[in-house]
């Protein structure tokens, strides 16, 4: 008889599985929050999206979150899901406890006196106070507190240094209260430096390489960038147009290797192991088919899928 393994260890094993979806396809929910594409999750849409902040919070603890576990967003915006920014909360009751604290600290006279007493020191930023910014802010406006402006001349690298973690250079200087343009002059060195547009000319052969074989998804993963700057790079050397040719000409000469996998794996886990889109599998089957190349046993790979649709019941015209 086959022993099955604990439960724990079988939701261990999904998980790597799992996990092995990273950076998927993005979409907003209309909610401000992000939905990321992860067809393999036990918790994921019918369209195969799981909110992204979920993710996150999964990927750096190593499990699963529980249906009743609460991710929480620090600075209130629910787009912005870099792991600093989100605290896990055991339930949706610890949840609102903690903004009641929250909500409560708003009302307190010593930690309003706290705020009245930074804002008029522009030597002080928010990240010094030991209180969250989204609380700082409303305290502020609840009690017209005006937050001086800090002078360029008196921030200091340890400063800026502390606002820049976790941070774009723009929150920085906005929770610094100073335009980014002062941080870019005067502290370019603790910034994160931008690849200039011709980053990728250097390893010109090699992109070309990788993306033929492997596509160019992975070409601009394992580089760093966008799809889109490598596909600006290619049109710049002239070879797009030839490296797409190469792309398709490549799928359609691995027929055997594209049906076998197919046929034992399915379209999803083919096109992840072969680098392709689910879309140019199935277009290269089509082809075959249509050219009389594919095999009896493969013939309802390219059937199409009907509709299930159900249709209305007809009432014979004699009944009225």
């Known amino acids: 008889m086959v022993q099955r393994l604990p439960r724990h260890d079988r939701m261990a094993a999904i998980y790597s599985d799992v996990h092995q979806y990273r950076d998927g396809h993005t979409i907003p929910d209309g909610y401000g929050y992000i939905l990321e594409y992860n067809p393999l999750h036990p918790y994921r849409t019918a369209s195969g999206y799981v909110r992204q902040h979920r993710l996150v919070m999964e990927r750096k603890l190593g499990r699963f979150l529980l249906e009743t576990e609460v991710v929480h967003h620090e600075d209130e915006d629910p787009a912005n899901n870099d792991p600093g920014n989100l605290k896990l909360f055991a339930s949706q009751a610890d949840h609102m406890h903690y903004h009641h604290l929250q909500d409560a600290a708003c009302y307190d006279a010593v930690v309003i006196e706290r705020v009245r007493q930074a804002a008029a020191d522009p030597k002080v930023t928010l990240v010094g106070l030991g209180i969250s910014e989204p609380t700082i802010r409303k305290i502020c406006r609840m009690y017209?507190?005006?937050?001086?402006?800090?002078?360029?001349?008196?921030?200091?690298?340890?400063?800026?240094?502390?606002?820049?973690?976790?941070?774009?250079?723009?929150?920085?200087?906005?929770?610094?209260?100073?335009?980014?343009?002062?941080?870019?002059?005067?502290?370019?060195?603790?910034?994160?430096?931008?690849?200039?547009?011709?980053?990728?000319?250097?390893?010109?052969?090699?992109?070309?390489?990788?993306?033929?074989?492997?596509?160019?998804?992975?070409?601009?993963?394992?580089?760093?960038?966008?799809?889109?700057?490598?596909?600006?790079?290619?049109?710049?050397?002239?070879?797009?147009?030839?490296?797409?040719?190469?792309?398709?000409?490549?799928?359609?000469?691995?027929?055997?290797?594209?049906?076998?996998?197919?046929?034992?794996?399915?379209?999803?886990?083919?096109?992840e192991m072969l680098g392709k889109s689910k879309n140019a599998l199935r277009e290269a089957v089509k082809r075959w088919s249509e050219q009389g190349d594919l095999p009896d046993e493969f013939a309802h790979l390219a059937s199409p899928r009907k509709s299930r649709k159900l249709q209305p019941e007809r009432i014979p015209s004699d009944l009225g």
């Open 144 to 271: 017209g507190i005006f937050w001086k402006r800090a002078n360029k001349a008196d921030l200091t690298e340890d400063q800026v240094r502390e606002a820049l973690l976790g941070r774009t250079t723009e929150d920085a200087a906005l929770l610094l209260d100073v335009h980014p343009q002062t941080l870019y002059n005067r502290f370019d060195h603790l910034l994160d430096k931008r690849n200039s547009p011709g980053f990728l000319d250097e390893h010109r052969e090699e992109l070309c390489k990788i993306a033929k074989l492997q596509g160019v998804s992975v070409a601009a993963d394992m580089f760093g960038t966008s799809r889109k700057v490598l596909y600006d790079a290619l049109k710049r050397w002239g070879v797009r147009e030839n490296l797409e040719y190469q792309g398709k000409r490549d799928l359609m000469s691995r027929k055997d290797e594209v049906l076998r996998l197919i046929q034992e794996h399915g379209y999803t886990k083919a096109t």
